[in-house]
């Protein structure tokens, strides 16, 4: 719960030496009739009447004591570690006081204080000025964010013993974070404001790590994560008449295992080398999916250790072997432990068959019908997959075959319908989706300002991105007021700004798909008009720059300090840090958390690229099959599962020469990738290789954005075939929208448009007769 904010307490309540706090109830004025006596110890009843006490404190004038109440809710907030002694103890007491604090208001009153320090407008013009912006610029701001983030986090978990009220106000606090209740629009989009204020440089000493993470987690609670995508998209299918899915994604993804990474030029030159001198070797002598088995221990095995990968008498374990409570809403679940190593000849009681379903498009069978039909009987019928008089048998088969695993989805549908729509706009009644939480996000949003906003914070936290004097400053709130002067502290602020940038990046990536997700899901020109703006955006070179590292040092890299990590640091005594221990680390061997953003950039890329062949070409160009190639020395499944989609729509494209040379790569994307009964991704003769027309896609596919964007965001919408009132009275008690500035022109109006026009009032009134 707190892996990823692990210094709030010591950060937000201003103390960062003593592990043990000395914070009690006497640490707030209002709380001074029960001095000297523990939180734990009081009843329900005069838990609530302190936390009254403390909500009215709130509303004071005086920004210190204000400051020092959200501290004293703050430190409720974190379980009152002061009076606990393990762990549990903290995360148990920190449930029960966030849904006290939700119950009695707390949520609204620190949402009235969050913008009030939005609208502060002195603060922002001091941090404008500000050569050097640090943690003292944002103290009100993190305390306020720290304490949203708790509740919206621990309020957002289920957990088995949790009570039937905790269970209401979980449904009444999802239902509150997504209606527009607060200045007109939902929680997220107030979020949203603070990023655009601060990339817009308006707002500098905006907490950005926060304020992500926050969003993040609202976007999760709101719209739902992944689980409840699945469930979502199975609804839509059922209320549209569509075939059930072939298979639950989620499920597949958890069953695969990792393959062994393509072997790099090195091992091909030594394997050579070693045959020439005669000397044995088991490598090339072994089976694809045998050298799956003996090669998985290590997840990362870099180019040097391969007299320990030829050595590999071992078991499946590694990257799969563990799985962060945080990222649950992921599906980043391994399977469970693979039996002991048998040998290869025992491998066929294993279950066998490739994961995924093959799916046929509508599009690819009047493809090969269109192709048949020329072939064969020499003219075409269209769009028509029914006729198959003239083709010989084989053909009739073939096309039995395609429509078995004919696959149509929910975009397929929307498009048509929308089609329908534009033909026939008069006869054909819209469904209003005002009702869906994004679509309230995309029609508060119409020109994508917010993932704009996201992708100029990613740049500026990728770890390959260089420090440039008009680039945005993500470290606000991290600097310290005094620059450390001892080795020891350099080192430790060096490793909390590494920490503070992959935390950006993970929750950015998150971020983004799920928005990506939820939109594609509740409309595909929704989908599409966020994508082209991210492509139009570079996100596509951006994502591929931030790959082009040591991805293994990335996930490898351990940037904590495991004896910081709350509330480890408030409960327990904390050893005394030395550059030694700093060096060492933590004992994990990967981190999840960069495994986890790399797997979201990538799935990213893909949603972006998927049918899109301009597209496709953009990776061909910026060179993407090494740096995506490399990533597959990675070894875990869902990560190697994205690679090789990304690798697979390009394949085409890269020429006989590099799929000759990368068969091992190709072995990989026929077992893990889902295949297209009539895609001959593997030899590059596909029609759709053609380059000409890559540019006249994405003019069709703005326009079709353009139209649905008239349609359905204009107020103007099918003006010419609104009715027209003829009634002199409604009319005039219609209200007329004036330009802003018409009120400064207003009497030179009067005077032009109704004082020197002559009236016939005679006239008129003999007309009314």
């Known amino acids: 719960l707190f892996s990823d904010d692990r210094r709030t307490s010591s950060e937000s309540q201003g103390h960062t030496k003593s592990p043990r706090l000395t914070w009690s109830l006497s640490l707030c004025p209002c709380l001074s009739a029960v ?142 974070l997504g209606s527009p209740l607060y200045n007109g629009e939902p929680f997220a989009l107030q979020l949203f404001t ?75 030159i ?12 088991r490598r090339p002598l072994v089976k694809q999916d045998s050298l799956d088995t003996y090669n998985e221990r290590d997840p990362f095995k870099n180019d040097d250790a391969r007299d320990e990968e030829e050595d590999g008498e071992e078991a499946d374990s590694g990257i799969e ?23 290869p000849t025992e491998r066929a009681s294993l279950p066998k068959g490739l994961p995924w379903a093959p799916k046929v498009r509508e599009k690819d069978i009047e493809q090969f019908l269109e192709t048949s039909r020329n072939k064969f009987i020499g003219f075409t019928l269209g769009n028509d997959t029914e006729t198959l008089v003239g083709l010989p048998r084989p053909i009739h088969e073939s096309v039995k075959t395609l429509k078995q695993h004919k696959y149509v989805s929910i975009a397929e549908m929307q498009i048509k319908r929308e089609e329908e729509l534009q033909q026939f706009v008069l006869s054909i009644c819209c469904l209003d989706l005002s009702c869906f939480r994004a679509e309230r996000l995309k029609a508060k949003n119409p020109r994508c300002i ?44 060096g490793i909390d700004v590494n920490r503070h940038k992959e935390i950006i990046v993970k929750a950015i990536s998150a971020l983004l798909l799920l928005l990506l997700k939820h939109l594609k899901l509740n409309h595909i020109y929704q989908f599409e008009i966020v994508s082209q703006h991210l492509v139009f955006a570079n996100c596509i070179p951006l994502i591929l720059k931030f790959f082009n590292q040591n991805i293994l040092s990335y996930i490898s890299a351990k940037n904590s300090i495991c004896v910081l990590d709350f509330p480890h640091c408030v409960v327990h005594e904390m ?30 890329l893909n949603k972006l690229t998927k049918w899109k062949h301009s597209r496709t070409m953009m990776l061909v160009v910026f060179k993407s099959a090494p740096i995506l190639k490399r990533a597959l020395k ?9 690679v090789l989609k990304l690798l697979k729509i390009q394949t085409k494209y890269l020429g006989r020469q590099w799929r000759k040379s990368n068969m091992k790569t190709m072995s990989a994307i026929y077992q893990k990738v889902r295949h297209r009964l009539n895609d001959d991704w593997a030899y590059g003769n596909d029609i759709d290789a053609r380059p000409w027309d890559f540019q006249a896609e994405e003019c069709a596919l703005r326009e079709s954005i353009e139209k649905f964007n008239s349609r359905r965001y204009d107020k103007n919408q099918n003006g010419e075939f609104a009715p027209v009132d003829n ?26 448009e109704v004082f020197s026009q002559p009236i016939q009032w005679e006239g008129l009134l003999q007309q009314a007769q």
Request: proline share 6%.
């Open 35 to 176: 001095r000297g006596r523990r939180w734990i110890e009081l009843g329900q009843e005069q838990q609530k009447s302190y936390v009254m006490r403390l909500l009215d404190a709130l509303e004071v004038t005086d920004r210190d004591k204000r400051l020092k109440v959200a501290r004293a809710i703050l430190y409720l907030a974190q379980g009152v570690f002061d009076e606990c002694d393990t762990d549990a103890d903290v995360i148990h007491w920190s449930r029960h006081n966030v849904f006290l604090l939700y119950d009695m208001g707390i949520f609204t009153a620190l949402l009235e204080l969050l913008s009030m320090e939005m609208d502060n407008n002195q603060a922002c013009s001091s941090a404008v000025r500000k050569p050097a912006i640090s943690l003292a610029d944002s103290t009100e701001l993190r305390v306020l964010l720290s304490i949203m983030y708790l509740m919206v986090e621990t309020i957002r978990l289920q957990t088995e013993d949790d009570r039937p009220e905790w269970r209401t106000a979980r449904e009444a606090f999802k239902t509150e």
């Open 194 to 268: 603070m990023v655009t204020k601060f990339c817009s440089m308006n707002a500098p000493h905006f907490p950005m790590k926060k304020v992500l993470l926050l969003l993040w987690k609202t976007i999760l609670f709101t719209m739902g994560g992944f689980e409840e995508l699945q469930e979502m998209k199975v609804r839509g299918r059922e209320r549209l008449s569509l075939p059930p899915l072939p298979e639950d994604s989620i499920k597949v993804v958890r069953s695969m295992r990792a393959a062994s990474p393509p072997a790099s030029a090195m091992e091909l």
């Open 270 to 281: 030594e394997q050579q080398q070693q045959a020439k001198r005669g000397r044995r070797s």
């Open 321 to 343: 072997g563990e799985v962060d409570p945080l990222d649950t809403d992921v599906i980043i679940q391994p399977p469970p432990p693979p039996p002991p190593l048998r040998p």
């Open 450 to 493: 917010y993932q704009i906003a996201l992708l100029k914070l990613l740049l500026a936290a990728a770890p390959t991105s260089k420090a440039k004097t008009d680039s945005i400053n993500i470290l606000a709130d991290v600097l310290p007021e005094e620059m450390p002067i001892t080795v020891l502290q350099s080192m430790k602020l």
């Open 575 to 604: 050893p005394e840090l030395t550059a030694e221990s700093l060096e060492a680390g933590d004992r994990n061997q990967f981190c999840w958390r960069n495994l986890f953003s790399c797997i979201n950039l990538l799935r990213i």
């Open 634 to 642: 990675v070894k875990q499944a869902m990560m190697q599962l994205y």
């Open 727 to 752: 009634c002199l009275q409604s009319v005039l008690c219609q209200r007329v929208e004036l330009p802003e500035d018409f009120h400064y022109s207003y009497e030179m109006w009067l005077e032009r």
